[in-house]
C-alpha cells in the first residue's frame, strides 16, 4: 500500500507562509531543489489544497519556457505537469494539468487512492489539507524541510489541536543553505 506523505517547507518557527501568502523567505537552492526534484519524481501523486494547487499552476505549467530557467526548475516543471494530481477544493470547478477535483476529504476514499494499482507514495502539500488528513489518521509520514529564519507570524503548518500524534524520526539532512530535513513516521505506521 502506498504513503501518504506531508511534505512541506516551514520556517523555523512552524509558519509555512508569513502574512500577504509571503514565502520569499523560503531558501532553495539548486541542491534542495534537486533533492525536491528527485524525492517527488518517485511520487504516484500529488494531493493538495486548492490555494497550493493555483500557486503551484501559475508557475510551473510553463517554467521550462523561460529562458532564464534553471536546469532543476526545468526538470521540475516537468515532473509536476506529467505528475497526476488531485486538488481538494469544494469551490475549484475544474483545474488543468493532469489535475483531479476532489470536493471532500473521505478516508475511505482516500484509502481506496493508497490501494490503487501503481508505484510511489502520494504527496500531501498545503497546512489546511494537511490538518484535515492529520485529523482523519491519513498521514503516513512527515517530511519537512526546516528553513533557517524566523519570520514570527503567518500560516503555521500545523494548528492547535486536542490530538497528541506521536512520530518517529526517520532521517535528518542538513543542506548546504542551511536548511534541515526531518523526516518522521506517524508513530507506528498506518
Known sequence: MRKIVLMMGVSLDGYIEGPDRDISWHVV?????????????????????RV????????????????DASPVEVEFARIWRDMPKYVYSRTLKSADWN?????????????????????????LGGA???ASFLA?????EIHLSVHPVLIGQGKPL?????????????????????????????????
Not at 29 to 41: A, G, K, V
Not at 136 to 140: A, K, R
Open 29 to 49: 537552492d539548486e541542491e534542495l531543489h534537486q533533492y525536491f526534484n528527485d524525492t517527488i519524481s518517485q511520487m504516484g501523486a500529488l494531493l493538495g489544497g
Open 52 to 67: 497550493t494547487h493555483e500557486l503551484m499552476a501559475a508557475y510551473w505549467p510553463t517554467a521550462d519556457a523561460d529562458p
Open 99 to 123: 489535475t483531479t477535483v476532489v470536493r471532500e476529504v473521505v478516508p475511505a476514499e482516500v484509502e481506496a487512492l493508497k490501494n490503487q494499482p501503481g508505484t510511489g507514495d502520494l504527496c
Open 128 to 130: 489546511d489539507l494537511a
Open 136 to 140: 482523519h489518521g491519513l498521514v503516513d
Open 158 to 190: 500545523f494548528p492547535d489541536t486536542d490530538t497528541l500524534t506521536p512520530l518517529r524520526l526517520l532521517e535528518t539532512r542538513r543542506f548546504g543553505n542551511g536548511v534541515v530535513l526531518l523526516r518522521y513516521e506517524v508513530h507506528g505506521g498506518r
